[in-house]
């Protein structure tokens, strides 16, 4: 079993679209957790973190159930410029470093 | 803004080849990564580097794959004979604490 799991998609919305992906992991020794964004042959970038009573940022709404080890990402107002790969990624420490997981990644595609 | 910078951004080489692939991190950073992502394909973690050695490797990181920081500011990767299976995006990370991760855009490299 992969250690982070997503829905690769495509998800194909229409631009102004709520649209919701879904990660979960294996590891309960996971402890933080984050969404990234990958724009076509770009490096990741940091969206947001994952905080267990759940964030806002802006149009974007992540919530954490750990007893589940499930994480979501929530994109509201779909913009055309929200097409990328969203990548979950969760961190553990150990061997005195901090070591980040990524999934699969889910590709979204807002449509005009 | 601080950023890493990655060093060539592609390279081609023959099979069999050694290539280095530099990258310099931020600058007060203490924590360093090196991940591929072959295309299409998710974002794989190598090797994580701190206080000057290897803190965690994966099973992909094998006797071809070797890093340093030789000068307290330049992070490399040497691959010492490059197989086709090589050819990926090799991305460069850095982090100061347990923060963000920030990328580099990443060396291509294709071995023919």
Redesign the interface.
Known sequence: RKEVEQDPGPFNVPEGATVAFNCTYSNSASQSFFWYRQDCRKEPKLLMSVYSSGNEDGRFTAQLNRASQYISLLIRDSKLSDSATYLCVVRRSGSGTYKYIFGTGTRLKVLA | EPEVTQTPSHQVTQMGQEVILRCVPISNHL?F?W?RQILG?????LV?F??NEI??KSEIFDDQFSVERPDGSNFTLKIRSTKLEDSA?Y?C?S?FR?G??F????SRLTVL
């Not at chain 2, 394909?41 to 973690?45: A, L, M, R, Y």
């Open positions: 924590y990564y991940y394909q998710k974002v794989e973690f994580s701190y206080n803190s965690e995006m991305f990370a982090m347990a963000e991760l990328f580099g855009e990443g």
